[in-house]
């Protein structure tokens, strides 16, 4: 969509729901509504939109005050919906039915962080790839089950409908409709302004704080085996040692781990060794290849596979983000 300087024709609507949160609400303003000298006019008409003319409260006390509202839609060529208060209420209907016939005229939708729970009540989301934040993947998944959802990137681009993970994401996501609007090296000088990474390594699933799984009767009695089995996580399990340690044949434990755990013991095996090397990599300085060998992930090839595989970036990659101070 370049743009001549001076030009305003890109339409950019920003809904505003009660108790919004702040952060992810300020992210487009900032992103698509400053002028910053030295730099081109990028030509979006951003506008803030309350669900009725007037003040709206959002969160920590601040006040939407605008005179334009959802009906602005319509005419718009990009409609965002930032997070929301609270994704266990329903969505306002006035938004999701606003949303919908925004996409139904054009408009390129997007959503950040919980607002993709707006655009799924649309419609707009079904049979699609689509992600939000970690911690409500359970709610979303239970509630727009026609939704392909996916935890571990930053954001998904359709685009005519894109979504982004949580929080900060929601700069990964402007940032990249920048670009599609405007070209990589003007996203990338916006970036820098921004002193944000014009892209990010990996995706959502590095920030994810994977609990440990508990022992006792809510694993069919596995609860001991587990816990003997992340005490010795450095040695060369197989399925056959396991099965010995519970006093089991090897079929009844993987029927068991199915039933329990919801997978086979050699994944939830592995999970767990990535799992500690990532408690490894952000509390030690062990090299690489010891890190691998003390959870038993053998060497440093093998644990950049698995690691790179579950979390999305390379285990020296986590390191440099996630390496607690002293280390």
Same mark, same amino acid.
């Given at each position: ?51 009725? !003319? ?55 939708? #997007? !959503? ?37 959802? =996916? ?5 998904? =681009? ?5 979504? $982004? ?17 405007? /070209?990589? =090296? ?14 990010? $390594? ?13 022992? #006792? ?23 056959? =040692? ?19 755990? /919801? ?65």
């Amino acid at each position: 969509m370049g743009t001549e300087a001076g030009a305003r024709h890109h339409l950019l609507a920003v809904a505003v729901t009660e108790g919004a949160p702040i952060f992810e609400l300020s992210i487009p303003v900032e992103v698509f509504g400053r002028v910053r000298p030295g730099m081109p006019e990028l030509g979006y008409d951003v506008r803030v939109c309350n669900p009725v !003319s007037g003040p709206v409260p959002s969160s920590a006390g601040f006040t939407a005050y605008t005179e334009d509202t959802y009906e602005l839609f319509t005419r718009a060529d990009t409609v965002i919906v930032p997070a929301v208060r609270d994704v266990t209420e329903e969505p306002p209907a006035d938004l999701v039915a606003a949303v919908r016939d925004a996409h139904a005229h054009g408009a390129r939708v #997007a !959503s950040l962080c919980s607002g993709a729970f707006v655009l799924a009540a649309a419609g707009l989301l079904d049979g699609r790839r689509a992600t939000t934040h970690w911690l409500y993947g359970d709610e979303f998944r239970r509630r727009f089950p026609a939704v392909d959802f =996916d935890p571990g990137v930053l954001y998904i =681009d359709h685009g005519d409908v894109l979504t $982004s993970a949580g929080t900060t994401a929601g700069i990964d996501l402007c940032l990249a409709m920048v670009a599609a609007d405007h /070209g990589a =090296d003007v996203a990338n000088t916006l970036a820098r302004r921004l002193v944000a990474p014009a892209h990010r $390594s990996g995706g959502q699933a590095q920030y994810v704080d994977t609990p440990v799984a508990a022992s #006792a009767s809510g694993h069919d009695g596995l609860g001991p085996l587990l816990d003997w089995i992340r005490g010795h996580l450095a040695e060369p399990l197989t399925v056959a =040692d396991l099965a010995r340690q519970a006093n089991v044949a090897e079929r009844t434990l993987i029927r068991r781990f199915h039933t329990a755990v /919801g997978t086979t013991p050699g994944k939830w095996l592995t999970a767990q060794r990535v799992l500690h090397a990532r408690r490894l990599l952000e509390t030690t300085d062990l090299p690489v290849e010891r890190v691998a060998h003390q959870a038993g992930l053998g060497g440093a090839a093998n644990l950049r596979h698995h690691f790179t595989e579950a979390v999305g970036v390379a285990p020296s990659d986590y390191r440099r983000t996630f390496r607690a101070p002293g280390y």
